[in-house]
């Protein structure tokens, strides 16, 4: 572990009885962790390269008792770091060893579907897929689908701004939420947006998504639902290169098509999915798209057809589409297999997440394969081509000494790649602690300062989720100095008039 | 007279901010001054002209990805868009001629500073859902960017949308990039003709919770009705819009025709119709002539079921239509001297949503709230967000709530 977590609080943590004993009078019973066996399952999160065991588990049951956990530990000067169903891929709910973890996992009930306005209103710790399944009955659902949409919670969903394979054309979660219940650290509720759309004043909703806990806990969320498509048909595509497959993915959306899903996989990865799964993906290819329309039949049998041509013009050796929905289920299969496939083949792998303009491509799959070879480390790539969202996965040993290191150095290589090129650190996985120390690649130091204050504005102590997204923290105090220089006017050219 | 201040570039932006914020001076932020007279009238010493910042600097329409200056006029950027047969999929209204302005004016950086939208909202999002990254200069004299030119970004706090509907109050932008999107090869709209209000929420409600994937969804009362385009009578007409490729508009209209048949009468309208019908429905049309400019105007989001229980609540004499399935409402009031604040804010209050007052005389827009009034902790809090940015109330005070 190479990222320094804030200095411990040796005063605090020399409080500890008194304050679990006093979070206890907040939460009673068994909503209260502090065996060091018992809070074994929240030293880590999904980036398990990272752990920290944290100063006491909290499960609060309702928002009441969120605000006065939190309300108490504003007035004590304590950390809190809220956790959700832990999936991070970022260690954006790795604990703190002086900090209370506020696992929301008891907020698991779904308060209200509404039909007539196609909106759920759920706990944030329901599951991103339980609602989906709360309303498939009636043959809607919800569209964001991270690949850990069976465990990860809606309110993780909301703090990461999670995304999935259907987000070019649906949306990532930000633009699927319509309401927000919040309590920030001083133990205010605050409701944000509901049933309807767009903010009455600065859109606090649309901040909120993709905050990574930093600004708020989440209590409720209310997402809008769709009506599922008609159909849904996938045409699975092998290129003799990477340049083909990309070529090919700009044809179709210059054609005016925005596929349902457009995932591209490169040779190490269809290779490794293929043992796995027995998708029927090609082998002697360099690159597998998979494109999924959507909509009535007559659309996705039109579109089928439009994208087979296109495919055919970019050099495209092998074209299949789906004749059932067994499938179109298969093809997808393979891609959705991916990661465990390639837990398969080596005993460790680490999974990045830049997002690059998609014609840059075959420039960061070469100079990514430079870098394999540089730090003898193979990857396999699995791409959201549509939005440009790069998945390179680094495949390292942790028993071997230094693997780890390396693994990590060739990653933020390619992520300091993928900014040089015009892309940025991070497209769904957010920042956490993973990527923390590279923002500055991304951003100049005016550039966080402005971000930092309007954590100023929400939690002015910095006690909600620190040592996350910002390398460098500064006392609110110290980001609210007006620096004023020149009472001159300091333009006599500009044109007035 | 307000002085007028016009940086040619961004760094002459910075300039004049950080000349106002050494000379305790207020800044009226500006593209094209076409929505001025929306929003509570503050008092500034100097406007500060962004439209001397204009033209596009990136446009790769395969990315679908397009950057601009911020002064940039929206009606550039929609006439390169349509040539490769793209456009801002949020379908921006036309605040222009609501407000006694021109038709067809405005820049891309008003456009995001306000959120606009359009009929398609409801479909496919407003600007903020559009608005990849930014440059800004904030009331600190500080140029800062966020966000960048890729749709997928969770790369620190999304200012983009803290920005987008924030009215110039917290930063100047100079730069904006954007995602953009194919245009649909076709459209074609279904009208239920001579429903009520009350039946036609029922009928949005109905289409919007099929498989056709509405990309609009209006009513239009009788009393209204005649002044919008592309309808075949002037009656009460119930309208849903399907887009998207020939063979599926084809399939999705008559899917919906059958569905709305238990509603009452329909007809179709054809690609040209559609167009000029949701043209005016996007600019608000019945609202926009010179006998309707005297009336304050209010917009109201709520939850589409309940929009029809706030029209309700208003007094008959008012005009008003619904977009967005029943969740937009726009009224206009039957006096010039009273847009009937009160009431309408206590009936958004009870069932949810903002209302804002976008058209009144200034002595009543410096009387009543303009912007939905927040609650206490919310109140404080946009201040405190305000404060961060713009510590000394450079750029537009008080356009949005009296000390913010």
New interface residues.
């Given amino acids: 572990m190479s990222v320094r977590m804030p200095e411990v609080d040796g005063a605090v943590l020399a409080r500890r009885d008194r304050i679990v004993a006093a979070l206890r009078t907040i939460v009673p019973g068994e909503g209260v962790i502090a065996t060091e066996r018992e809070m074994k399952p929240y030293e880590t999160d999904g980036l398990t390269a990272y752990h920290q065991p944290p100063m006491v588990v909290v499960l609060p049951e309702t928002t009441e008792q969120v605000a006065q956990v939190l309300r108490y530990c504003h007035d004590e000067g304590i950390k809190v770091v809220p956790r959700g169903a832990g999936t991070s891929l970022s260690g954006g709910a790795l604990p703190l060893a002086d900090g209370v973890l506020l696992g929301m996992a008891k907020f698991n009930r779904i308060r209200d579907i ?6 759920v209103v759920a706990e944030p710790g329901v599951t991103n897929l339980a609602v989906s399944n709360a309303v498939a009955e009636a ?2 659902y919800y569209a964001p689908d991270p690949s850990s949409q069976i465990a990860c919670t809606i309110g993780g969903n909301v703090a ?2 999670s ?1 999935g394979v259907h ?2 054309k649906y ?2 979660t ?2 699927n939420v319509l309401g927000c219940e919040i309590v ?1 650290i001083t133990g ?5 947006g ?14 909120i ?3 990574e806990g930093l600004l708020g806990v989440v209590t409720e969320v209310t997402v809008r639902i769709l ?4 159909t849904a048909r996938a045409v699975l595509i092998g290129f003799p290169s990477s340049e083909d497959a990309g070529a090919c993915v ?2 179709i ?2 054609a ?3 596929p349902g899903g457009m995932e591209m996989m490169d040779k190490p990865a269809i290779h490794a999915v293929e043992e796995f799964v027995h998708a029927g993906y090609p082998l002697d290819v360099e690159a597998l798209l998979i494109v999924e329309v959507d ?2 039949p ?2 996705a ?3 089928i057809e439009r994208i087979e041509i296109i495919a055919s013009k970019c050099h495209a050796v092998s074209c299949e589409a789906s004749t059932s929905e067994q499938q179109r289920l298969l093809f997808w299969a393979g891609r959705k297999a991916a990661f465990p496939a390639i837990g398969r083949i080596s005993p460790d792998y680490y999974c990045m997440d830049g ?5 840059k491509l075959p420039l960061v799959l070469a100079r990514t394969r430079e870098m394999s070879e540089k730090y003898g480390l193979r990857c396999a790539n699995v791409f ?1 081509a549509g ?3 790069l998945h390179p996965m680094i495949l390292y040993d942790s028993n071997k000494p230094e693997e780890l290191d390396r693994a990590e150095q060739f990653g933020a290589e390619i992520l300091k790649l993928c900014v040089e090129v ?10 956490g602690v993973e ?1 923390r120390d590279l ?1 500055a690649v ?3 130091e ?6 930092q ?6 939690d002015a102590k910095g006690l909600l989720n620190p040592g996350k ?1 910002f390398p460098v923290l500064h006392s609110c105090a110290e ?2 100095r ?10 006599p050219d ?4 | 007279m307000t ?6 570039d961004a760094k ?1 932006v910075e ?2 901010v ?2 106002a ?3 305790d001076k207020a800044l009226e932020v500006a593209g094209q001054g076409t929505k001025r007279s929306l929003g509570r009238p503050s008092q500034t010493d100097l406007t500060l002209d962004l439209s ?1 910042l204009s033209g596009v600097t990136l446009y ?6 397009l950057s601009a200056k911020a002064g940039t006029p929206l009606a550039e950027i929609e006439a390169l868009l349509e040539k490769n ?1 793209q456009q801002l999929a949020f379908e921006p209204m036309d605040y222009g001629p609501l407000l006694g302005g021109q038709a067809g004016q405005g820049t891309i950086g008003g456009a995001i500073a306000a ?1 606009l ?1 359009g009929p398609r ?2 479909k496919a ?2 600007a ?2 559009h608005f990849l990254g930014v440059t800004a200069v ?1 009331g ?1 004299a ?5 966000g ?15 920005l ?3 009215w110039g109050t ?1 930063a100047a932008m100079t730069d904006i990039t954007v995602k953009v ?3 649909a ?1 076709t459209e074609a709209t279904v009208i239920v003709e001579g429903l009520d209000d009350a039946r036609a929420c029922a009928a949005m ?1 109905a289409a ?4 056709c ?1 509405v990309s609009g969804a209006a009513h239009l009362p009788d009393h209204v009705a005649s002044y919008f385009d592309g309808l075949p009578t002037p009656e009460a007409a119930t309208a849903l819009r399907v887009e ?2 020939a ?2 508009v ?3 209209k008559q ?1 919906l025709a059958a569905l709305m048949q238990p509603f009452g009468p329909v007809a179709l309208l054809d690609e040209k119709n559609s167009r000029a019908l949701w043209r005016s429905v996007r600019q608000v049309k019945p609202f926009a002539g010179d006998a309707a400019r005297a009336r304050p105007l209010w917009r109201i ?6 929009g029809h229980a706030i029209a309700a609540a208003i007094t008959p004499a008012a005009q008003m239509f619904y977009d ?1 399935a029943g ?2 409402l726009w009224v206009a009031m039957p006096f010039a001297d009273e847009p009937d604040a009160g009431s309408i804010r206590a009936t958004v209050r009870s069932v ?3 209302a ?1 007052l976008v058209r009144a005389p200034a002595a009543l827009r410096a009387s009543v709230e303009v ?2 009034p ?1 609650e206490a ?2 109140r404080a ?2 201040k ?6 713009d ?2 109330g450079v750029l537009n005070p008080g356009r ?2 009296a000390g913010v």
């Fill in positions: 509404d039909f007539d306005n196609r909106v043959g809607f990461e701004n995304g987000c070019l949306g990532m930000t633009n920030l205010e509720v605050l409701r944000l509901g049933k309807h759309l767009d903010a009455e004043g600065y859109d606090l909703l649309g901040l998504n993709g905050s009506k599922k498509p008609e700009s044809a959306i210059g005016g098509i925005i909509g009535p007559a659309e049998d039109d579109l997002t690059i303009p998609r014609a959201h939005d440009g969202n015009g892309g940025v650190l991070t497209g769904e996985h957010g920042v990527k923002m991304m951003f100049s005016i550039d966080l300062n402005a971000q204050r309007v954590k100023c504005a929400f997204v980001l609210g007006i620096h004023i220089s020149g009472g001159k006017l300091p333009f500009i044109p007035r008039f | 002085d007028v201040v016009k940086p040619r002459e300039d004049a950080r000349w914020l050494g000379n001397g790769e329409p395969e990315e679908l990805v047969n959120n939208s909202r409801i999002g407003a903020r859902d904030s600190r500080e140029t800062f960017k966020s960048g030119r890729v749709v997928k970004n969770v790369t620190g706090y999304d200012m983009c949308k803290l987008a509907g924030s917290l999107l194919p245009k090869e409600a919007m919770g099929s498989s994937d998207g490729f063979p599926s084809k399939h999705r899917a989001s709520t939850a589409p079921s309940k967005w969740g937009l949810g949503g903002h804002t912007f939905e927040q902790a919310l809090l946009s405190r967000v305000k404060e961060g940015f510590p000394k949005m709530w």
